[in-house]
């Protein structure tokens, strides 16, 4: 259960207010500042659990509370209202995410320098994020499934994927253009548009695969996921690069009226 530390007795004997003498410390028993990180911790997986189950309005702070048997003052104590407990649970995993898929892009451009691939770009960004999935706990999946409804989420979302995503998947953009320089760009915007729909569905782990395959297929395999998921979009780019124009649209005929029958 959380607690908040009391303040020392004061001792108001003669000569003024004193402190008592600090009492020894017992070995074992932890500070101040670790019983803070340990209930935060506990609050944050509490709270993130919950969301991955039922979204941002899905939740109130009276609901952690309630998981974790405390008064939701407590929970007051450290966050400002829901918003800042999302934002605390959110922040507190996403930038490694990002750190993990700018390390994977930095050695894939160091290694393949002005000549990029689509299938090695796509490696770069992704592999790394789909690791973090196969070999963190289960507190990351549950972040995934968070990130997952931010990505799709107008308002709040959008604003987060501009703060911590935008810049990183503009660099991803400008690397795809180096693997297609004569592509066109509103097609590399799509189909990153494409990928990312693909990655949060997975992310979501909905349960629905498992149910349409008869378990053949599980929502929890990333290495799964990860063994197809890039030769997949790869040949989504492919294909937008190389089909052929469209042909211009026929113009619409005019409505006449009932039409007569022909002369026989």
Not at 123 to 133: H, I, K, L, N, P
């Given at each position: 259960m959380l607690g908040l530390l009391a303040t020392p007795p004061v001792n108001k004997?003669?000569?003024?207010?004193?402190?008592m003498a600090a009492a020894p410390k017992v070995k074992g028993r932890r500070t101040r500042a670790e019983q803070r990180a340990a209930s935060v911790k506990l609050i944050l997986d509490t709270a993130e659990d919950l969301f991955s189950q039922r979204g941002y309005f899905g939740i109130t702070i009276k609901d952690v509370a309630d998981q974790m048997g405390i008064h939701p003052a407590l929970i007051h104590y450290y966050y400002d209202g829901k918003q800042a407990l999302f934002d605390a649970v959110f922040e507190r995993r996403v930038q490694y995410a990002v750190e993990v898929r700018t390390a994977g892009l930095d050695a894939y451009e160091a290694e393949v320098g002005e000549n990029p691939?689509?299938?090695?770009?796509?490696?770069?960004?992704?592999?790394?994020?789909?690791?973090?999935?196969?070999?963190?706990?289960?507190?990351?999946?549950?972040?995934?499934?968070?990130?997952?409804?931010?990505?799709?989420?107008?308002?709040?979302?959008?604003?987060?994927?501009?703060?911590?995503?935008?810049?990183?998947?503009?660099?991803?953009?400008?690397?795809?253009?180096?693997?297609?320089?004569d592509a066109d760009p509103e097609d590399l915007f799509w189909s990153f548009q494409f990928t990312s729909?693909?990655?949060?569905?997975?992310?979501?782990?909905?349960?629905?695969?498992?149910?349409l395959s008869d378990q053949l297929c599980t929502s929890d395999d990333f290495e799964a996921v990860r063994d197809r998921f890039v030769t997949f979009m790869v040949g989504g780019f492919d294909a937008l690069y190389n089909r052929k124009p469209s042909s211009p649209a026929r113009p619409k005929a005019k409505k006449t009226g009932r039409s007569k029958p022909a002369d026989q």
């Open positions: 004997g003669f000569g003024g207010p004193k402190r691939t689509i299938d090695g770009v796509l490696r770069a960004y992704y592999d790394g994020a789909f690791d973090v999935y196969i070999n963190g706990d289960a507190g990351w999946r549950n972040f995934g499934r968070i990130f997952a409804q931010v990505n799709n989420a107008p308002g709040y979302g959008a604003e987060k994927m501009d703060t911590y995503f935008d810049p990183l998947v503009l660099r991803l953009i400008g690397l795809l253009k180096k693997a297609l320089p729909g693909a990655y949060t569905l997975v992310l979501s782990r909905t349960g629905r695969i498992d149910r």
